[in-house]
């Protein structure tokens, strides 16, 4: 089993993190997101986590998802987005691939949240 964030992007630890802050935030707020394929498995991790701390909506999950998310993203995810995943045990984001990027060719993934 792998433990952890293997994928460091090429940045320092809070670069990293200010990076999935960016992701998350905007993944909850839109529904979905254009991102590339490394960022996006790395992102469906991190969203699996927090939507299933949200699901517990306890004082402490709220803190937990505060130090990760901004105060509108976590009333969201908390109020709208955890109660429609109450009967599913996993499984919260969708990847879809969209080909290559026309700059450079990378790969782009559409993330979305499943309902």
Known sequence: MRRGNKRKFGRV?????ALEKGLMTA??????????ETK????RIVADRLVTTA??????S??????TLGERAVKKLIGEIA????????????????GRRDSDGAPMILVELTS
């Open 40 to 43: 996006a498995k790395n992102l």
């Open 55 to 60: 699901k517990k909506n306890t004082l402490a």
């Open 13 to 17: 630890r809070k670069q990293r993190q």
């Open 83 to 98: 109660p429609t995943f109450a009967s599913r045990s996993g499984g919260y984001t969708r990847l879809t691939r969209l």
């Open 27 to 36: 993944l909850v707020t839109h529904g979905r997101i254009t991102t590339t």
């Open 62 to 67: 709220r803190r937990q998802l505060h130090q």
